[in-house]
């Protein structure tokens, strides 16, 4: 009895792998132009509607649902633009965070900046988007917390949405 209670699991085993492989991969594993534009068809793998496109298909908010990715398309694609000029520590696209790393501007060597973006909604709201601003000031050799004026998560909250509304105007007109 002891042999085929440790036949069945080492049989079930090995027809399991047998059954993933055995097959000769006839085709290139990267991309070649037809398969680039097909993935990429209408721009990218963001719908019309903001929700995201995985398979294509003009049906795309549903498949978001099923999907269960639930940020907006172009407030993601808005929200990288918008912060392109920092480097970027962590992007989660499923979950709608982005954390950026810190940035000093050549202009200011003495302070630096981060961000911690969230998108907040599938669909393209003014609540769908939250910006949170760190910010630290060198005094001697060390960085210390400094103080954030009140607009700023406000202004680039703002810049995100309104890039936002431009790329979906942009993507209609292409439709």
């Excluded at 496109?53 to 639930?70: A, E, H, P, R, T």
């Excluded at 911690?116 to 910010?135: E, M, P, Q, Y």
């Excluded at 630290?136 to 103080?147: E, F, L, S």
Aim: proline content about 4%.
């Amino acid at each position: 009895m002891k042999k085929l209670v440790l036949l069945v699991p080492a049989s079930f085993m090995l027809m399991t792998l047998a059954a993933c492989g055995g097959g000769e991969v006839t085709t290139d594993p990267t991309y070649g132009d037809k398969a680039h534009d097909d993935l990429y068809k209408n721009g990218s793998l963001i719908s019309d509607s903001g929700g995201w496109s995985l398979f294509g298909g003009k049906d795309s908010k549903k498949q978001s649902d099923n999907n269960g990715i639930g940020v907006n398309g172009f407030l993601w694609r808005a929200a990288l633009d918008t912060v392109s000029f920092m480097p970027i520590a962590s992007a989660d696209p499923f979950g709608g965070v982005i954390l950026t790393d810190w940035y000093t501007s050549p202009d200011a060597p003495n302070e630096r900046t981060k961000l911690n973006i969230f998108i907040r909604d599938r669909d393209l709201t003014a609540n769908g988007v939250k910006v949170s601003v760190f910010r630290q000031a060198k005094t001697g050799t060390n960085w210390a917390d400094a103080p954030v004026a009140s607009t700023t998560s406000g202004s680039i909250e703002n810049a995100i949405l309104t890039s936002a509304r431009q790329i979906r105007i942009a993507q209609k007109q292409f439709n």
